[in-house]
């Protein structure tokens, strides 16, 4: 059991069912570890505020006698800790999921958690390179004058080449196994994505020939469960090093902040709905659990389409003039 499970500020029985649900996440939803690590912070953060807002470390009877002014308070003094709006509104998720669990095991009915509104997101589009940047980036010649070796050069565009070729997540492409690398006549590969799931991503020819040239380049033996991609040292790859090669490349290319590893799946998606791809077979390789998470590619889309019309359409160039009918 981790430190952050342990460390609650809670009367026992509100400790157990805080453990029992956390266990249930983890083992029956199968939630990915990070995720547990997060709504196991928030509940302790949580507890450890009515603790001082009530006196007294909360039990289970307490917590479920919460009024809305209570979580609203926490919230406020979340708030003015500096914690931002999604943070805030993960944990009242988090919050809210532990109150309904509570209440299916016959300890209130979680009205205070559902009565408390969160805080407005701002709705920001996912903002993906232009099909050349998005490229050039999976092409190691884009990094010549680096002094990096050649293999690590080699290995970081096989890597960003699975991110916008394949579209996959950072943790998906460092996870896959030597064994199954995507090369040769293997034009497919099992990623694990959020939660556990596992889903076949198709690999394309040029991407299953840049980890091939890696292989080859590579001075560390590459092998059964060892991982595929590996630091300087051998070990497994930190997905700090492809962030930190692709700030290199936003230098060389001229590219803006906004072009991180992550923007590359961005691209893969809305280059691929560009095109004429169907929403729900972008869904499954995105390995989206719901389709209205993969339907904001529709709006991606939408808007350069529009920004494009405005830039090259005469009639949206042309002033309009008086009496045109």
Known sequence: MSKAARDFIAAPDLEAAVQAWLGELGHERRLAAK??????????????????????PADVAG???LAPMDVR???????????????????????????????QAGHGDAAAFAA??????????????????????????????????????ARDAAVLGLLYGAGLRISEALGIRAADAPV?????????????????????????????????QCPYPLSGDD???VGA??????????????????GSLGLPDSATPHA???????????????????????????????????RVDAAAMAKTYGALHPRARRPARGGDR
């Open 116 to 153: 408390v509104r969160g805080p407005r997101l701002s709705k920001t589009l996912p903002r993906p390179l232009a099909p050349a940047a998005a490229r050039a980036v999976a092409n190691p010649a884009a990094r010549a004058g680096s002094a990096r070796e050649p293999w690590i050069l």
């Open 264 to 298: 590359l799946r961005h691209s893969f998606a809305t280059h691929l709905l560009a095109g004429g791809g169907d929403l729900r077979a972008i869904q499954e390789l995105l390995g989206h659990a719901s389709l209205s998470t993969t339907q904001i590619y529709t």
């Open 184 to 216: 040769g006549e293997r034009d497919s590969v099992i990623v694990t994505g959020k939660g556990g799931k596992r889903r076949e991503a198709p690999v394309i020819a040029p991407v299953r020939a840049a980890i091939a040239d890696y292989m080859a």
């Open 35 to 56: 995720t547990l690590e997060a709504y196991s912070r928030d509940l302790r953060q949580f507890l450890a505020f009515l603790a001082e807002h009530l006196g007294a």
């Open 233 to 250: 040292r051998g070990g497994p790859l930190s997905p700090r090093i492809v962030q930190l090669a692709m700030e290199e490349l936003r």
């Open 73 to 103: 308070a926490f919230l406020a003094a979340r708030r003015r800790a500096g914690v931002d709006n999604r943070s805030l509104m993960r944990q009242l998720a988090a919050l809210r999921g532990f109150a309904r669990h509570l209440a």
């Open 63 to 65: 917590f479920a006698g």
């Open 227 to 229: 991982p595929l991609f």
